[in-house]
């Protein structure tokens, strides 16, 4: 009876200290707190995490916006990364979106959501808004500069968020993508090398990263080097592209 | 009379113990300082998934759900004020399907302000049905595959049925056993069923050089073929032959 | 066989507790993410190459569901090997074909009359109009879509037709109605093709072992050129709708699919 009396005390005893002996704060999950500043910033030739041990799967290049950096895929189903370029070719940029089925991110806690600005006066420039192919190859550089500094802010109600990807731009799909995929190369009729190329286009995709902030991001190319008109000689799987990410928390992305 | 006596002698030996007794107060044993106090894992949606701590076993136990298809896990953990563990809070466990299939052994050492240290060990408990395997072949009657490698092109394919396949492709793995027990390379999964928790489909395809190293490992054997689904494996009892030409 | 809500409860050593699993109804969403080079495959493009679509091992599950009920539909047509532009392929080298652009197939479900769309002539001849509510077109006929007069892009654009489609994930048996218009409008899509994961599609391509596989369990619900409410399921690209093909040259495109028509106006789509 005495130690029946003890085991009650000691748990009353425990309950009550419990409140005093606060546990110490969890030390801080996942990153090392290197986040980027607030700014714009361009990835070169962004290749395979070499560090991958399935040999068999895709070469998905998962990228934290937020930190300026690959993830590595073993990763995947935690908040580190924003961005996975996935799927053939790396053709599809999916947000790391933990609830949505297909996504590479699904059963993690991501939270990111993307969307591609699409402005057809725009686009006429080097585009046919009808039949959704580029009017000639390769498109003007310039274009790409000025459709990217053109997006300023966040329009979520025009261009809504979505938890699937980016892709290819009317292939196979009624979507808009970020890159127009020649098939039987009929932009350069006579010239097999042209054929199944996929050529960026002056497109703005929009992001709200797994910790909230929004930044714009452009492809630039898919192909090794950054080539103005590439064809099928050159390498694909080495992406290109340029973002900027803003730090306050607001919608503005009018950054230089 | 002798009753109310009885009650009154009683009542007034309550009063006389809880007046009179001195109350000894004696202090609980202070708690560990180098104790683990929650673990939870947080890279999920919606609620995190707590794990129970044990002290008397030194202790963690997690269930994961195979629905929820995790295949890495970042665990938060809290210590007492002043105490830290290793490895720290939010250190990635990563490669599940390996723990799952080789085992790996996971500790966290907390350390108390005084120094003094413990040592839990983390149990992780998959929840998910059997695994079965449905025979191919008989005791007497074994099944037998053919694959020509003079073609251009040809291919094996392995129709298992049964229960407890995953959805997802990337969850499972199959793989030949050969008759001294060594697993060969994996086979290719068939995406013409995913989603079938009732059906697996394995394809060894010779096209193209360099050959799959399943294809390369192979030779005309009996083999048992082997399937890891998540947390789960299962073997079929016979075996197949296999026959390379 | 589904997880069972199973509850732990807390010892008194035990700290921290075990929360009850929540049981989740998944959607069966196949995802294919596979893409691993095969072999010697050459640099620097893309390519679905056309041998390789040719040559193909199509593997179909059990054609019978363990739970699946047989079905007594009286009311669905089946199309079986509605051939479509076999001379025609996306690659070199390929006996009897030409690389070219695929023809556009258009199809009419009352009648079953089809019509190929060859020259530019065809185009302005025969596609604005509610004579066709599909069309078989792009690549090996893969792309199926609706007849709409206001969708750039599709053949119908600039034509009369009011046709609309949405993905249900379901079987084609068990799709009993059409939604509300609300859904078309918000969920409609144009056509589908390659499913890249995303789940807008009605096959999946594999790179690993170069299958064309049309996802299982998924239908569409369609409005046809007229505006009538129908289901569509799409079966298969190959020659013969077969469980295996072996043959290195196995015939393709031959569409099969199964379809029902509302021809009262409602929204009642129910078969079985």
């Given amino acids: 009876m005495y130690r029946k009396l003890l085991w009650c005390l000691l748990l009353t005893a425990a309950a009550a200290c419990s409140k005093d002996d606060a546990p110490a ?145 009317h292939f196979q799909s009624g979507f808009d993508g970020w890159g127009h995929y020649d098939f039987y190369g009929l932009l350069f009729p006579g010239d097999p090398k042209k054929s199944h190329v996929v050529y960026t286009m002056p497109r703005v995709m929009v992001i709200k990263t797994h910790k909230g902030h929004y930044a714009k991001l452009m492809m630039e190319n898919i192909y090794k080097d950054n080539p103005a008109n590439p064809t099928r000689d050159n390498k694909p799987g080495f992406i290109t592209f340029r973002y900027a990410i803003q730090m306050d928390g607001s919608k503005n992305l009018d950054i230089q | 009379m002798q009753l109310y006596l009885r009650q009154f002698a009683a009542a007034l030996f309550i009063l006389a113990f809880a007046a009179c007794t001195k109350t000894e107060t004696i202090d609980p044993a202070p708690e560990a300082q180098n104790r683990i106090i929650t673990y939870s894992i947080v890279n999920v949606q919606g609620d995190p998934i707590s794990g129970a701590v044990n002290d008397r076993d030194s202790s963690i136990t997690i269930y994961i759900p195979f629905y929820r298809q995790l295949v890495v896990l970042e665990p938060e953990i809290t210590v007492p004020e002043g105490a830290t563990v290793t490895p720290v809070s939010g250190t990635l466990i990563e490669d599940l399907l390996d723990v799952f299939r080789n085992g790996r052994d996971i500790k966290y050492t907390v350390t108390a302000k005084d120094g003094s240290k413990r040592t839990y060990t983390l149990r992780i408990v998959v929840q998910q049905p059997d695994l079965v395997l449905d025979e191919l072949s008989t005791a007497t009657d074994i ?103 | 066989m589904k997880p069972s809500v199973i509850e732990f409860t807390a010892h008194e050593e035990q700290r921290g507790s075990i929360q009850p699993l929540k049981r989740q109804i998944e959607r069966i969403k196949p995802g294919v993410k596979e893409y691993k080079a095969f072999g010697n495959e050459q640099r620097g493009s893309i390519k679905f190459p056309g041998i390789l679509w040719v040559l193909l091992i199509f593997f179909t599950a059990c054609s019978k569901d363990k739970d699946a009920a047989p079905t007594t539909d009286t009311f669905s047509t089946t199309v079986k090997d509605l051939e479509g532009d076999t001379g025609a392929s996306m690659g070199d080298g390929v006996d009897g074909r030409e690389k070219r652009p695929f023809h556009s197939l258009l199809y009419q479900f009352s009648t079953g009359r089809t019509r190929f769309i060859k020259t530019k002539d065809d185009s302005l001849q025969y596609l604005k109009n509610t004579d066709w509510d599909i069309a078989f077109t792009r690549e090996y006929n893969s792309y199926v879509v ?127």
């Fill in chain 1, 25 to 169: 704060k969890p030390e801080e999950p996942g990153g090392d707190g290197n986040t980027v500043k607030t700014g714009v910033y361009r990835v070169v030739n962004l290749a395979a995490d070499t560090t991958a041990t399935s040999g068999g799967n895709a070469v998905s290049l998962y990228y934290s916006l937020e930190e300026n950096k690959v993830i590595p895929e073993s990763q995947r189903q935690t908040g580190n990364w924003d961005i996975v370029f996935y799927g053939i070719y790396n053709s599809s940029v999916y947000p790391n979106n933990g609830a949505a089925l297909g996504s590479p991110g699904y059963g993690g806690p991501g939270r990111a959501v993307i969307s591609v600005v699409v402005n057809r006066k725009f686009d006429a420039q080097y585009y046919d808004t009808l039949q959704y192919k580029p009017l000639q190859l390769p498109i003007d550089r310039n274009l790409f500069a000025t459709a990217f500094e053109s997006v300023k802010t966040v329009e979520e109600d025009k261009f809504p968020f979505i938890t699937r990807d980016i892709g290819l731009d």
């Fill in chain 2, 143 to 245: 099944a037998e595959f053919t694959i020509d490698t003079r073609l251009a092109y040809d291919a094996i394919h392995i129709k298992l049925t049964g229960s407890g396949f995953m959805e997802e492709n990337e969850l499972m793995k199959m793989v030949l056993v050969d008759e001294t027990g060594r697993e060969l390379s994996p086979i290719g999964l068939s995406t013409t069923n995913v989603g079938n928790i009732h059906l697996i489909i394995g394809s060894i395809t010779k096209f193209t050089d360099p050959q799959e190293p399943v294809l390369q490992e192979l030779k005309t054997g009996l083999y048992k073929i082997k399937v890891y689904s998540y947390g789960k494996n299962a073997t079929t009892k016979f075996p197949v032959k296999i026959n390379k030409l």
């Fill in chain 3, 146 to 272: 609706i007849n709409n007069g206001t969708i750039a892009g599709t053949p119908g654009f600039g034509g009369p037709g009011t046709g609309r489609m949405i993905i249900m994930e379901k079987p084609y048996d068990q799709v009993n109605e059409a939604p509300a218009d609300e859904s078309f409008t918000t969920n409609g899509v144009p056509g589908v093709g390659w499913d890249n994961g995303n789940g807008y599609g009605w096959y999946f391509y594999s790179l690993n072992n170069h299958i064309c596989v049309p996802v299982k369990n998924r239908t569409f619900i369609l409005k046809t050129a007229t505006g009538k409410f129908a289901k569509l399921a799409l079966l298969n690209i190959y020659k013969g709708n077969p469980p295996v093909v072996t043959d290195l040259f196995w015939p393709a495109p031959y569409l099969s699919f199964k379809f029902f028509v509302q021809e009262d106006g409602s929204r009642n789509l129910k078969t079985n």
